[in-house]
């Protein structure tokens, strides 16, 4: 009875076990998407851009004797379509393998799919698909199409979508200008009220950089850079903000790591740097009887003064003091613009509507409906800063003096 007992057992733990790969494909059978882009075309289609890893080069195959890996690291292919699905199918009459896209890890969208069309049948077809990973970065093509930035090849990430990924992570923790933002993210802020969503944007030199010999020299004919913000409102891109509106977006965000703040001191312009190490920035709202709306911007900061081109004693409490106010300013100063901005495009992309939800659901439900055009461009914003000098370096004094 044991014998039989155990018997049966076995077949059925092979039976569940085997059955978990009924649909299983082998790697080589596989063609790994490691991005995908999307443009516009006049006619109203899309095109459709996969990046296609090509496994021997990522590994670090070569050509014998030279060094040199005998082809890219990845593959670019092409087609237009109506809809994305149609597009997906059509790609498959130039690959011999299977389009996998369970490792694609971008999603670029062209500046003028964003603006004319808008964003959401896009990521309303990728939500749908098994296959894509939510956690996909996002970012917006500036002033190139999307095709441009799949085929830009990078002379330090050998896969190009790497080398956009790893450089928004590099930008917003050093900087503090860009922020990086996934599928499951935007769709979030997409569908929800009360917060539009901002998207960094990258910008390439049309065809300078899809070849290999374009990445062997030590300056790249073609790069991938940075460039700013995509303004969403309603699902379309409205606008793109730099330096330090982008800047007072990331802080009212909360989303700033590190940055370096430039202060003038006495009539010398950025006549000292401050490199902040940590902050925290807290928004609460106060949604007064009269229907006055009134946010509260509290941001505290430490940090370290990194540089300084002028005479001063950093030894002096007054010094410091004085420095901190002006780094006070200067900060504050990039959040009023940020406000400024997001208030003259009447789109909400600060989450105030997120927290006047949070303090009083029942005054959110008569706003929500007009909060962009009524109600937000109203809004009266306090911003209080707080910073702290950490340490000065190993020297007080600077080698000139006066």
Not at 199 to 204: G, I, L, N, R, S
Request: hydrophobic share 35%; net charge neutral.
């Amino acid at each position: 009875m044991k014998t039989r007992l155990c018997c049966l057992t076995s077949a059925l733990l092979g039976i569940i076990l085997l059955s978990g790969c009924w649909s299983n494909e082998e790697l080589p059978d596989l063609a790994l998407v490691s991005a995908m882009g999307v443009d516009l075309e006049k006619d109203g289609r899309y095109t459709v851009t996969v990046q296609v890893i090509n496994p021997g080069n990522v590994a670090g195959e070569s050509t014998q004797g030279t060094g040199e890996s005998a082809s890219p690291p990845v593959s670019t292919f092409t087609e237009s379509g109506w809809n994305l699905t149609e597009i997906n199918r059509k790609i498959s009459k130039k690959v011999s393998r299977h389009m996998y896209y369970a490792h694609t890890n971008l999603i670029v969208i062209s500046e003028k799919l964003a603006q004319e069309k808008g964003i959401l049948q896009v990521f309303e077809v990728l939500e749908r698909d098994h296959e894509f990973r939510s956690s996909a970065k996002v970012v917006i093509s500036y002033r190139s199409d999307a095709e441009d930035i799949m085929k830009t090849l990078s002379s330090i990430d050998k896969v190009p979508s790497d080398k956009i990924i790893n450089t928004m992570k590099a930008t917003e923790k050093a900087w503090g200008e860009h922020v990086s933002v996934s599928i499951r993210e935007l769709i979030a802020k997409l569908v929800s009220s009360g917060e539009e969503p901002v998207v960094t944007t990258f910008h390439t030199t049309r065809n300078k950089g899809e070849t290999l010999q374009s990445i062997q020299q030590t300056n790249p004919a073609g790069r991938l850079k940075a460039a700013g913000l995509a303004v969403f409102k309603d699902g379309r891109m409205v606008d793109m903000t730099t330096g330090e509106t982008s800047k007072g977006i990331v802080w009212l965000l909360n989303k700033v790591k590190n940055t370096a703040v430039s202060v003038n001191w006495e009539g010398e312009k950025h006549a000292a740097v401050y490199d902040l190490m940590r902050q925290q920035t807290k928004v609460t709202a106060d949604v007064e009887k009269g229907g006055d709306i009134r946010m509260k911007v509290d941001i505290a900061a430490e940090g370290n003064a990194s540089e300084v081109k002028i005479p001063i004693n950093l030894a002096s409490p007054d010094v410091l003091n004085k420095m901190e106010q002006k780094v006070e300013e200067t900060i504050k100063q990039s959040i009023l613009s940020a406000v400024d901005k997001a208030q003259d495009l009447e789109t909400d992309i600060l989450g105030f509507g997120a927290v006047v939800h949070r303090t009083d659901p029942e005054a959110w439900k008569r706003w929500k409906k007009e909060w962009d055009e009524r109600y937000f461009p109203d809004v009266q914003v306090d911003v209080s800063v707080d910073v702290f000098i950490r340490r000065t370096g190993l020297r007080n004094e600077p080698f000139h003096r006066n």
